[in-house]
């Protein structure tokens, strides 16, 4: 514990964020990345977000482990494609865009408050220091 | 009659008269008392306080490195480490002038 806790709380809050934003691009950059039938499809990425106990002297959030969505996906007629089998069907990525650019806009709002933080705290800090001054 | 030298006397009980003690200039046996009120005396705070500014600098140049040659990983955490240190810096900077501000004025103080 230290006189300036609260940077480190949101610092935490950021590297969760930014692990999201990880997350959500690489779903978005897998979106179109077609496998063989025979293959599971790129599998969507998801973080799990666990909150730190205040308790233990730390707080803030941690990502607590990465899981993956179903490997599934959907099964598109592209006969043309050269992984396609012998029926024309290739595997794409169940993947919802409009979800991950949901996902992608609350990853970065959760940034940028948390950044806010830090820096409504840093002008806090600043005025106690400035007590006695005036 | 009160005489102006029991305000001495009476100055010892605040914790802060510890300042005029432990920066040496040999008021201390003028007033003994002012040893066991402090609780923590002031050199040892005024030390911790400086290496956990040397702590905290040493992370952000770390960090500052580690942008250099781009190891980096998060933007974000230099960027707190180099606030936190600045703002370190700004809180030793603010106990060490109020403690030579307290110590000024009670040198000018007309004995």
Redesign the interface.
């Known amino acids: 514990m230290g006189v300036f806790d609260t940077l480190g709380i949101s610092a935490s809050g950021l590297l969760a964020h930014r692990k999201w934003l990880d997350a959500v691009s690489d779903n978005i950059a897998n979106i179109n990345t077609a496998t063989s039938t025979s293959q599971s499809a790129f599998k969507e990425r998801f973080v799990e977000a666990q909150a730190v106990d205040y308790g233990s002297g730390e707080g803030g959030v941690r990502v607590a482990t990465a899981q993956f969505g179903s490997g599934e996906g959907r099964v598109v007629y592209e006969p043309k494609n050269p992984l396609a089998d012998k029926n024309g069907y290739v595997r794409y990525p169940d993947i919802d865009l409009g979800d991950q650019m949901a996902q992608l806009i609350m990853a970065q709002r959760g940034y940028q408050a948390n950044l806010s933080v830090i820096d409504r705290a840093t002008k806090t800090y600043q005025a106690a220091l400035q007590l006695g001054k005036g | 009659m009160t005489s102006p030298i029991s305000a001495l006397g009476f100055m010892s009980s605040f914790p802060t008269s510890g300042v005029g003690a432990d920066m040496s200039v040999g008021t201390t046996t003028a007033v003994p008392a002012a040893q066991g009120a402090g609780g923590t005396d002031f050199a040892s705070v005024l030390a911790s306080s400086l290496d956990?500014l040397q702590a905290t600098q040493s992370k952000a140049d770390g960090l500052a490195l580690q942008a250099a040659t781009g190891d980096l990983k998060?933007v974000?955490?230099y960027m707190?480490a180099s606030?936190?240190a600045s703002?370190?810096t700004?809180?030793t900077v603010?106990i060490k002038n109020?403690a030579v501000d307290a110590f000024n004025q009670i040198m000018g103080m007309p004995v």
Do not use: R, S
């Open positions: 956990g998060d974000h955490d707190i606030n936190e703002l370190a700004q809180m603010a109020k």
